[in-house]
C-alpha cells in the first residue's frame, strides 16, 4: 500500500505560480509511475502531467506544457508539480497518484492504483 498525501494549493492570483507536493509513505516510490490529475466543479477528472520510473520521460497535458512541471525526488519520496503562469481555468482540485509499472496508458486515471486526497487550486482573474 502507498498512502500519498498533497500540499501547496491555494489562491493565486492569474499569472502567479504555485507549487505542489505530494509526499508518500508505505513504499518507495521509485517503484512507481507517478502522476498529476485534477478535476474541476462538475467536469471529470483530467490527466495533467506524469513522470515515469526513476528519471525517465514526462508527459503533459497540451493545455499546461511550458507552464507546468513534474518532477520526483525518490530519495525524499516525494512528487513535485511546479506551476508558473496559471490561469483561472486551472482552478481545480489537485491529485496525485501512483501508478505500478506498465500498468496501462499514462493518460487514464484507471491506470493509477494510489490516489491523494486532493489540494485545492484557485486562480482569480
Known amino acids: 500500500q502507498v498512502q500519498l498525501v498533497e500540499s501547496g494549493g491555494g489562491l493565486v492570483q492569474a499569472g502567479g505560480s504555485l507549487r505542489l507536493t505530494c509526499v508518500a509513505s508505505g513504499r518507495t516510490l521509485s517503484s512507481y509511475r507517478m502522476g498529476w490529475f485534477r478535476q474541476a466543479p462538475g467536469t471529470e477528472r483530467e490527466f495533467v502531467a506524469a513522470a515515469s520510473l526513476g528519471i525517465g520521460t514526462t508527459y503533459y497535458r497540451d493545455s499546461v506544457k511550458g507552464r507546468f512541471t513534474i518532477s520526483r525526488d525518490n530519495a525524499k519520496n516525494t512528487v513535485y508539480l511546479q506551476m508558473n503562469s496559471l490561469k483561472p481555468e486551472d482552478t481545480a482540485v489537485y491529485y496525485c497518484?501512483?501508478?505500478?509499472?506498465?500498468?496501462?496508458?499514462?493518460?487514464?486515471?484507471?491506470?493509477?492504483?494510489?490516489w491523494g486526497q486532493g489540494t485545492q487550486v484557485t486562480v482569480s482573474s
Open positions: 497518484a501512483a501508478a505500478a509499472p506498465f500498468s496501462g496508458s499514462v493518460y487514464s486515471d484507471k491506470s493509477y492504483d494510489y
